[in-house]
C-alpha cells in the first residue's frame, strides 16, 4: 500500500510541475546521408557511435519554435577530438549550412546556433583529426585519435568483426568510439518571421512581391505587437567555440519589415519600445511609390507624411553606426498608428541674459593631419568653431557623403573636399574643415563626379574653410605705382578633370566559401587515407 501511495504521488507531482523528461535515442546504422538519418526530438538524449566507412553520423529533428538551440556532445574519448556539422532549420534551403565546430581534446563541446521553428534540421558527427589506422583483413579494423594514444575498434556496418586482438603495435584495442548529444532550446516565438529574407535572390524583388510571397506580413494599426530580434537563417553564435571572432551573430543581420495599408492619404506614426540600446534602431517609413524616408539611429519615434493611399512598409533595422549588437532574447514592441502629425508649437523667442560683455568664441586651429578617404569628423563633435586641416592621399578611393557645402560629421572629409571641388582623387591634398553644430536637414547632390546624398536631423556638422589647393603657396605679386598692367590679375583656378570619375573596384582574389565535406569524400577518406594493410 506504502509503494502504491508513493507511485501515485509521484505522479501527481509530474502532472502538476509539468516536467518532461525525453527519450533515449540510439543511432541505428547506416546514418551516413539527409535521407538516412535518424529522427530525435530536442530534450532526447542520443547515443552513437563511430564505425567504419561511415563518414559522419547524421540526426535530423524540427524545433518546435524559433529561437537558440544549444548542443552538448560528451562521451568520446578524451584523447579523440568530434566534430558537429548543422544544416538546415532554414526558412527557404533545407540543406544549408550553418557551420560546423570541433571539440577539443579531453573535454565536452557545447555550442549554440540560431535557428528557425517548424523546420527540419540536421546535427551530423563524425571524427576529426585521427592519427591513423590499421585493417586486418576483412576481420577487423582500428583507428587512433593520437600519435602515442591507443587504437579504437571500428565496427563494420555490415558484417561483424572477428580475430580482434587486445593489443597491436604495442598499443591496446579498446572499444568502438561512444558519444552522447542532446540539444536544449530557448524558444523566441515571433508570429512574423521570416519576415526579411536576406538571400541575395530577393535583392531584386519588390516589397510588394516579398508582401505577395509571405515574406513581409501585415500587422494592425493602433495595436501594439511584440517581436524578437531574430535572425531567420541558421546560424552558429559568437563565443562559440570556433566563432569567438565571428560577425555573425542572430540579430546582427536582422531586418523587419511590416505591413500596414492605408485606404487614404494620412501620417504614420512608428513607436519602439524595449528596444535593445546597442542594437542601434533605425525605421524606415516606404510609400507606395516606393519614395523612403528614415530615422536618425537610435530612434524610438518616428512619423511620415504619406501623401497617396496603398502599401505602407515599415522596416526596423541596424542604424548608421556601427557598433556591436547583440542577440535579443528579450521582445521588443512596436506600435503603429496613424492621424495628424505632430506639431511643435514654436515658442516666442525670448532673448538670453547676458551678465557679462560678449566674447566672440576663439577658433583654434590644429596642425594637419594625414586621412584616409573613411575618415570622419564624428571625434570632433561638439567643438564647434574649431578647424582643423587634413592631408587626404593621392589615388583616393570614394566614401559616403550627406550634405551640400554643409555636411555631416559622419561623411567623408575627403569625399566631400572633391564633392566640394577643393581636391581631386588622384592628387589628394589638404583641406581645412571647421565644425559645426546639427542640422534640421541636408540635401544631397552630384558635384564633380560624386553623389551625396540626403538626409534628415543630424547632431554635427562640418564645412570647408577656404579653398586649398595642391598646388605650392605663392605670394601676391604687388605692382609699383608707377607700372602700367595690360592684363587683369589672374585668380586659382581649381584642376579641371576630364577623366570619369573612379569607381570603387573591390580588391582581386578568391574569397574562401568554407570546406565541403561529402559522405563519398569522407567514405574515401576513412579506406584510403588513414588505414594501412596489415
Known sequence: MFKKMCFLTALIFIFLTGVTYGAVVTEVEPNNAPEKANHFAVGDAVRGQINYGDGNDMFTTVLPQSGIATVNISGYPSDCRVQVNISGFHPTYPTASAGFVRSDRGSSLQFSFSAMGNKTGYISVSLSSTAGGVCSGSDW?????????????????????????????GKPVLPPIQYQFSVALQALPDQYEPNHDNHPAYDFISLDKRLQKGIIKTIPIGQEITAYLFNEHPLMMRGTKGYENSVYLGGENDTDIYHIYLNQPDTVKVTLKNFPQNANSR?????????????????????????????????????????????????????????????????????????????????????????????????????????????????????????????????????????????SFQAGGAVTIEIRQGQSSYTGSFRNGVISKGYGSWGGSFVFVGQISTQPYQPPVTARPDSVTSQPPQYYQPPVTTEPPQQYQPPAGNYPQGDVFTPQGLEDFWKGNIFERK
Open 141 to 169: 579494423c582500428a583507428v587512433r585519435c593520437s600519435a602515442n594514444g591507443p587504437f579504437y575498434l571500428m565496427p563494420f556496418t555490415d558484417r561483424s568483426m572477428k580475430k580482434v586482438p587486445s593489443t597491436y603495435d
Open 283 to 423: 525605421i524606415i517609413i516606404t510609400d507606395s511609390s516606393g519614395s523612403w524616408d528614415e530615422s536618425k539611429t537610435g530612434a524610438a519615434y518616428f512619423e511620415r507624411k504619406i501623401t497617396k493611399p496603398g502599401n505602407v512598409f515599415i522596416e526596423i533595422s541596424k542604424g548608421r553606426e556601427n557598433r556591436p549588437l547583440i542577440y535579443s532574447t528579450t521582445p521588443y514592441k512596436l506600435l503603429v498608428t496613424t492621424g495628424a502629425a505632430t506639431v511643435v508649437t514654436p515658442q516666442p523667442y525670448q532673448p538670453p541674459v547676458v551678465t557679462q560683455p560678449y566674447q566672440p568664441p576663439v577658433t583654434t586651429t590644429v596642425s594637419a593631419q594625414t586621412a584616409g578617404w573613411n575618415t570622419t569628423a564624428v571625434d570632433k563633435g561638439g567643438k564647434n568653431g574649431q578647424q582643423f586641416t587634413y592631408n587626404c592621399s593621392p589615388n583616393g578611393s570614394p566614401a559616403t557623403v550627406w550634405g551640400t557645402d554643409v555636411y555631416t560629421n559622419d561623411s567623408s572629409i575627403c569625399t566631400s573636399a572633391v564633392h566640394s571641388g577643393l581636391i
